[in-house]
């Protein structure tokens, strides 16, 4: 079964804090994923990365930025958390390309519930 | 106006009741047709996976897409409590990784 583990269920910050949620896979996948997710707006994509080191803007990147060194680690952060950063923080893997159908398929973590006071 | 709409529910039903779900979408370049549950405190898991225009059924899950409506449905036979979640449906172009998701309709079966 893949694994995908985040750093943090719950987190509370401090407006302009420093903020790094980390998202660890056990499934040697290529891809990775950062959404958050939020009442009515579904899961929207922050940023992606295809392989270590690369990384791609996702639809909403503002105030956000990544970091992949190893394959299994992919890192959110949030440089000077604001209020409006306040929601639930969900990572993603993918296998990768050639796939079978039905395999083809994002897994998910838990997901990391921050709030920003 | 967003890519692919969702109704947010919450939508309840009697237990062995069926539940029907519904998206639409927009982009006619999507191609890979999926559902996801999501229970409360959780990360989404997938649940149905469709590309071509016609029913997929897994056990009491059927999945539809009518693409040339651009119209994909879920449904659940006898819904049980345990079926009460958070139902997602997401959508990708043929080539890429990158998904699409609906708000989600949250879904209560009662006992």
């Known amino acids: 079964d893949v694994k995908v583990t985040q750093s943090s269920r719950y987190l509370v910050k401090r407006t302009g804090e420093k903020v790094f949620l980390e998202c660890v896979q056990d499934m040697d996948h290529e891809n990775m994923f950062w959404y958050r997710q939020d009442p009515g707006l579904g899961l929207r994509l922050i940023y992606f990365?295809?392989?270590?080191?690369?990384?791609e803007k996702g639809d909403i990147p503002e105030g956000y930025s990544v970091s992949r060194e190893k394959k299994e680690r992919f890192s959110l952060i949030l440089e000077s958390a604001s209020t409006n950063q306040t929601s639930m923080y969900l990572c993603?893997?993918?296998?990768?390309?050639?796939?079978?159908?039905?395999?083809?398929?994002?897994?998910f973590g838990p997901g990391t519930r921050l709030t920003v006071l | 106006q967003k890519e692919v709409e969702q109704d947010p529910g919450p939508l309840s039903v009697p237990e062995g009741a069926i539940v029907s779900l519904n998206c639409t979408y927009s982009n006619s370049a999507f191609q890979y047709f999926m559902w996801y549950r999501q229970y409360s405190r959780k990360g989404p898991e997938l649940l149905m996976y469709t590309y071509s225009s016609g029913n997929k059924e897994d056990g009491r899950f059927t999945a539809q897409v009518d693409k040339s409506s651009k119209y994909i449905s879920l449904f659940i036979r006898d819904s049980q409590p345990s079926d009460s979640a958070t139902y997602l449906c997401?959508?990708?172009?043929?080539?890429?990784?990158?998904?699409?998701f609906g708000g989600g309709t949250r879904v209560l079966v009662k006992p």
């Open positions: 997401a959508m990708r172009r043929a080539a890429g990784n990158k998904l699409t």
């Open positions: 990365s295809y392989d270590v080191k690369m990384k």
């Open positions: 993603a893997t993918h296998p990768g390309t050639g796939l079978e159908e039905g395999t083809d398929t994002q897994y």
